[in-house]
């Protein structure tokens, strides 16, 4: 069976950061995920994962530098911020390091007005070169995530074949690709054809539903399908929850019954 990881900031937000570890063990959760730990102190978070038998299993990037709450998605692919993605990643390595966490989705990030393109192909090359030669002795792999542009528009990353091509050109050991169901569905479709294609690459998956990005099963993407198909194809990663409960996190969990008791 598929196994899943709440993610700690889409999910659980019934109550604050810090207590949602507790929760998601409540729920049956022994990995957890998240976005932007960077708000709690890393020997906080370290606790939680302790005090409930918990993994963490991945987290991302800061979206711009130390304390910048300003960039929307990242800043990996920003020709001029070579030195605050470099700041950036040192702090997400040390957290993942800290944490145990083995993988960070690397933020490629919007691109900017005007950049052009052979300019962000290059910075985020040399960024995610950077990044993965960083996180290598401490056990941390980088990972680049197609998202889509509608409900981020301007990613620089907005396909999986794109994301592939990117890791492919970069071709280092330390990078691998997160593969999320919802943003292929908003951008691409095929689904499992798309998954196959990139298999090799593909280090963690995420899962929610289109539209709404809610829980699987509350709309069009055949889950039960996927979930099957991840099984047979021998896909042994983690499954992260990436998904905004419709109405409650616990009162949205059904879904996921029939796979735990398989």
């Known amino acids: 069976m598929p196994r899943f990881a709440a993610n700690l900031s ?8 810090l207590d949602r570890f507790a929760a998601a063990r409540a729920a049956g959760f022994g990995a957890v995920e998240c976005q932007q730990p960077y708000g709690a102190p890393k020997e906080e978070i ?17 979206e711009g530098g130390p304390g910048d709450t300003t960039t929307k998605g990242g800043i990996a ?42 300019a962000l192909r290059e910075t985020y090359l040399a960024n995610l070169a950077w990044a993965a030669e960083h996180g290598a002795p401490a056990g941390v792999t980088p990972l680049v995530e197609a998202i889509n542009t509608t409900d981020l528009p301007g990613f620089y990353v907005c396909r999986v074949d794109q994301a592939v091509g990117i890791i492919e050109s970069a071709d280092h050991a330390n990078l691998g690709l997160q593969y999320d169901f919802y943003h292929r569905q ?12 990139a298999r ?18 509350s709309g069009e993407i055949a889950y039960p399908h996927i979930f099957a198909r991840l099984d047979a194809l021998g896909y042994d990663g983690w499954v992260g929850c990436e998904y905004s409960p419709a109405a409650g996190t616990m009162e949205g969990l059904g879904w996921i019954d029939a796979w735990r008791a398989a």
């Open 77 to 118: 692919c920003h020709p001029g911020r070579e030195a605050e993605f470099q700041e950036g990643i040192k702090l997400a390595v040390d957290y993942a390091h800290h944490l145990g966490c083995p993988h960070l989705h690397l933020m490629a990030g919007i691109a900017p007005p005007g950049a052009e393109p052979a």
């Open 200 to 217: 090799r690459h593909i280090r963690h998956v995420q899962v929610s539903d289109v539209p709404g990005r809610h829980e699987p099963g």
């Open 186 to 197: 908003m951008m691409e479709g095929a689904l499992m054809a798309g998954f196959e294609a």
């Open 46 to 62: 370290a606790q939680r994962l302790a005090d409930h038998g918990q993994t963490l299993v991945l987290h991302n990037t800061p």
């Open 10 to 17: 889409t999910m659980f937000g019934e109550v604050p950061f």
